[in-house]
């Protein structure tokens, strides 16, 4: 009888006495906890991959490489450490040094990127998800050919040549193939960021070593060429005793 009348209710009056029902079901999130505990990791993961910029994207354990795994230890360290303490200030110091050279990294090849046309493709052209894989590459062989060409022929990474590039860029190559561009980048490359060899090295740090040298035989160039002004006006005023001598 009870079901009977309801159904009459929400059926044929205005003030339906099954409404509080209703808005119950429709207050129920359409999405359960496990799915959206689901989306709240995959975001995560999207955030961690865009601040660390990960060596191996698609290792979650960011162990197989050795710069992935000292980037990782340091953030395990600090999160194990004490907020406002020196060792931790001194760990976020470390992290931010490892985060600002891959940085670099990628500004130059959204440089590259931007400089061929991919002015508003460029940012999703150089995002990697943790979720990559070598087997979807459509040209693998060919991509890991050209990123040992980058690595060994420009200085547009910061490994040295006994350390592999960054496999992430491995990907975006494949994509610059796919969209016939990745000879012009290589070429862009070469152009922009010629290699650097160990001359180029020794004068740079060369020119940081001696910086205060030249600064002090600057100055006191400078300080002998006031002295030489100073005895050019004193030999003019004894000019005209000069003269008036003879």
Known sequence: MGAAFKRFCARFCCCCCCSEDTDEEEKRPILGNETLEYFNREAQKRRDQETNLWSEPGDPSHSERDDDRTLYNLLQKREQTNKGSHRFR?????????????????????????????????????????????????????????????HSETSIFYSRSNEPPPERYLFILDRLIYLDAADDFVAKARRFYPPKGSDDEEETNGLGINLPLLLARLAQARGGEEDDVDGEEGSGRDEPDYNGRD
């Open 90 to 150: 001194r760990l976020s110091v470390d992290i931010e040094a490892m985060r600002e050279v891959r940085r670099e990294v990628r500004d130059k090849w959204q440089m590259i990127l931007e400089n061929l046309g991919f002015m508003a493709e460029a940012e999703a052209l150089l995002t990697v998800s943790a979720g990559a894989s070598l087997d979807r590459m459509r040209n693998a062989p060919r991509s890991r050919a050209l990123l040992q060409t980058l």
